[in-house]
């Protein structure tokens, strides 16, 4: 099915053909335990291969334009593995000021225990890239859109740079999806997923993928089956259930994180919005080169005279969760969730503000969102003024 259109990749690439009763889905294969005589594979589930494994990865490198991808128990799983296929002692790695703050937490926490360098950039722009650059350097990673702040970071300079250097680019691809985003035609080399976000779509399940060439998925398959990071036949089905919606899913929570974008930033009572679809966003432009769409994710601030958690608390229908891209709307406080394991200075340094919201969108009617929003701002500013009287 070669230069098919995203909804049809979504609904019919990586399905496994039920031979026995031709039913219209994908059948489910439980097993733990597959023949190894006369076969032309043998099949074990930590190795990536059952009939489930194999298929839901033909959907994620075919939406990612790859040669093949692999899919594990989480983003982290995915992240940590592929890191470590291209990194060993004595190495070093570059590393994008904004992160998510579990790979973050890996790095922080975990590198030096493997005598692994690394060095922060001190901004996005691929100059930030090249001044960090050291003779043993093997990586670059970056994220974008950003979280929480939603940067961008340039895909093309950054592809080119790591070539010019003869490094390995990676990328975690999660808030922008295979739908907006497709890093590998920029020339990034690793494109990374929390697949619990977007490709599942509906916070029920875990799970992780990396899609690249034959080449380099072969190497990190090879730390993979003994990190152990396989997911479960039950949960690839249900992600490759998820995933046949996802670029209608997706392209609704562009339109509607839009629409939330402008009315935030139009309000009085909002003192920043952080979205790469607005004019104002200082990468407007480039994403607008190197995006199909803007994503589903925004974050904000109130007027300093407004609580953030009380706000929150005061929503009725928008959930202040945990996690992202369901198809119900959320949100939440990064310092207290996905970068509470950060230092103060640190979230400082970037920019993250305790007062900071992350917003996830759904794909609710806009109109009831911005009348929750309103009456939970009504709330928080009647208690404003009552407190300072």
């Known amino acids: 099915m070669k230069n098919k259109g995203l909804n049809t990749i979504c609904t019919h690439i990586g399905e496994v053909e039920d031979k026995q009763f031709k039913?219209?889905?994908?059948?489910?294969?439980?097993?733990?335990?597959?023949?190894f005589e006369d076969v032309?594979?043998?099949?074990?589930?930590?190795?990536?291969n059952t009939p489930n494994q194999e298929a839901l990865c033909r959907k994620i490198a075919a939406l990612e334009h790859t040669e093949a991808a692999l899919i594990f128990g989480s983003g982290m799983a995915a992240i940590s593995t592929?890191?470590?296929?291209?990194?060993?002692?004595?190495?070093?790695?570059?590393?994008?000021?904004?992160?998510?703050?579990g790979t973050y937490n890996l790095i922080t926490e975990e590198f030096h225990k493997y005598g692994i360098e690394y060095s922060f950039t001190d901004g996005w722009a691929v100059e930030n890239f090249q001044a960090k650059i050291?003779?043993?350097?093997?990586v670059i990673y970056i994220e974008t859109p950003s979280n929480p702040l939603l940067t961008i970071t340039d895909l093309d300079a950054i592809g080119k740079l790591s070539k010019e250097h003869g490094l390995v680019s990676m990328i975690d691809n999660t808030f922008a999806s295979p739908v907006n985003q497709n890093p590998i035609d920029f020339g990034i080399d690793v494109?990374?997923?929390?697949?619990?976000?977007?490709?599942?779509?509906?916070?029920?399940?875990?799970?992780?993928?990396?899609?690249?060439?034959?080449?380099?998925?072969?190497?990190?398959?090879?730390?993979?089956?003994?990190?152990?990071g396989s997911l479960s036949d039950y949960t690839v089905w249900l992600l490759e259930r998820s995933m046949k919606t996802m670029g209608i899913r997706v392209k609704a929570q562009n339109d509607n994180a839009?629409?939330?974008a402008e009315y935030l930033e139009a309000h009085s009572d909002i003192a920043a919005v952080y979205y790469p679809g607005l004019t104002s966003h200082a990468e407007h432009e480039l994403a607008k080169a190197q995006m199909n769409g803007f994503g589903g994710m925004l974050s904000f601030e109130l007027t300093k005279n407004l609580n953030a958690s009380q706000f929150q608390k005061a929503l009725q229908l928008i959930k202040p969760s945990m996690?992202?891209?369901?198809?119900?709307?959320?949100?939440?406080?990064?310092?207290?969730?996905?970068?509470?394991?950060?230092?103060?200075?640190?979230?400082?340094?970037?920019?993250?503000?305790?007062?900071?919201?992350?917003?996830?969108?759904g794909i609710e009617e806009s109109e009831d969102l911005i009348a929750d929003i309103e009456q939970a701002l009504q709330k928080v500013r009647s208690s404003a003024m009552v407190s300072t009287k």
């Open 23 to 35: 039913g219209a889905i994908s059948p489910l294969y439980m097993s733990t335990s597959y023949a």
């Open 40 to 48: 032309e594979a043998k099949r074990y589930p930590r190795y990536f």
């Open 82 to 101: 592929a890191l470590m296929s291209f990194l060993k002692s004595g190495d070093h790695i570059v590393l994008q000021q904004t992160l998510y703050g």
């Open 134 to 138: 050291q003779k043993n350097t093997k």
């Open 191 to 228: 494109v990374i997923h929390s697949a619990t976000k977007y490709m599942g779509g509906h916070s029920d399940i875990l799970a992780g993928a990396v899609a690249s060439s034959e080449e380099h998925i072969s190497r990190i398959f090879a730390l993979a089956k003994n990190f152990g």
């Open 258 to 260: 839009q629409k939330m």
């Open 323 to 361: 996690s992202l891209a369901g198809v119900e709307s959320t949100m939440l406080s990064p310092t207290l969730t996905s970068h509470a394991l950060m230092s103060a200075d640190e979230r400082e340094r970037q920019g993250i503000r305790d007062g900071l919201i992350r917003f996830s969108v």
